[in-house]
């Protein structure tokens, strides 16, 4: 199993100037570490949810092309792009120009977007639940087509693109891979089946997870889609200063359930030791499960 670095919280000793050290220091100590990816959030407000809306938040395309020339091996993306947040051919733009500027790593994390206090706050469109998700299988179907040899127009119920030119094309072929993050069972999960080459779950139980999986082949199976072909990533917390077993224990359930990746977030004031030691006690050992 892989480990992934989720970097969320900004608020640091050191304050914004910090910051650069910060994120530079830990993505090179993840990559040093063995960890495979490295994400961050898609807000402009931090979460209210884990901290307070005031507290410090950095654009996260803005990161990762920042840790991209920090980097040589990590993977990157966003877990995960709002759907509301950008234009689809913009953000079409936007990947490629990661995945150019990375060398091939870059990948697409979406989903149907949820704070709605950021939106309003800052003005941006923030429609009905169901529309949101008619709009997520639109973007998914725009990069799609800008990321093939077809270059021509886009109608759509909400998107209507002229020429869906995108030069220079992804290095990655014959597109960066598309994860779909959220665990809802009748629309997310469908559209990983019918879209994604990856799903983001939450490392509730494992017998939730093999629920939701179960969910998940079903759709495979609707729609004629090898369910193999789909990684299987979740996030999890765990603490590299204490105690790992219990840790170590639940991934090796959801390994056995066909999990490849875990994604876990700093949780020390010190994100680059919290990385270093993480290397040590779960990253090392979860090499060799799966």
């Known amino acids: 199993m892989q480990v992934g670095i989720h970097f969320m919280n900004f608020t640091l000793p050191g ?27 898609d807000h402009w407000f931090q979460m209210e949810h884990f901290a307070d809306a005031h507290d410090p938040m950095l654009e996260g395309y803005s990161v990762l092309n920042f840790v991209a020339a920090k980097t040589e091996r990590l993977r990157l993306g966003l877990l995960v792009t709002g759907v509301t ?23 697409l994390g979406i989903g149907a977007a949820w704070y709605e206090r950021e939106h309003l706050a800052l003005g941006v469109h923030y429609p009905p639940v169901a529309e949101r998700f008619e709009r997520l299988e639109e973007t998914i179907q725009i990069c799609e087509q800008m990321w093939s040899d077809d270059e021509g127009p886009y109608d759509g119920k909400y998107y ?96 056995a359930l066909g999990v490849s990746l875990v994604e876990v977030a700093p949780s020390m004031p010190d994100p680059a030791r919290f990385v270093t030691l993480l290397g040590d006690k779960v990253v090392r050992p979860l090499a060799s499960i799966g």
């Open 15 to 41: 304050g914004p100037a910090g910051l650069r050290a910060a994120v530079g220091d830990t993505a090179v100590a993840a990559e040093e570490a063995g960890c495979t990816v490295f994400t961050a959030m």
């Open 85 to 107: 947040y950008r234009h689809p051919g913009l953000l079409a733009k936007t990947v490629t120009t990661l995945d150019v500027l990375s060398g091939g790593r870059a990948f």
């Open 160 to 255: 209507q693109l002229a020429e869906t030119i995108c030069v220079p094309r992804p290095l990655q072929t014959p597109r960066p891979p598309i994860l779909i993050g959220g665990g809802g069972e009748k629309k997310t999960l469908r559209l990983v089946a019918q879209y994604g080459d990856a799903c983001n779950l939450f490392a509730t139980t494992p017998e939730e997870i093999k629920r939701k999986l179960d969910i998940l082949h079903g759709h495979c199976d609707a729609v004629g889609r090898d369910y193999d072909t789909i990684a299987k990533t979740i996030i999890g917390r765990v603490d590299p200063e204490g105690d790992v077993t219990a840790f170590l224990s639940a991934m090796e359930q959801y390994a």
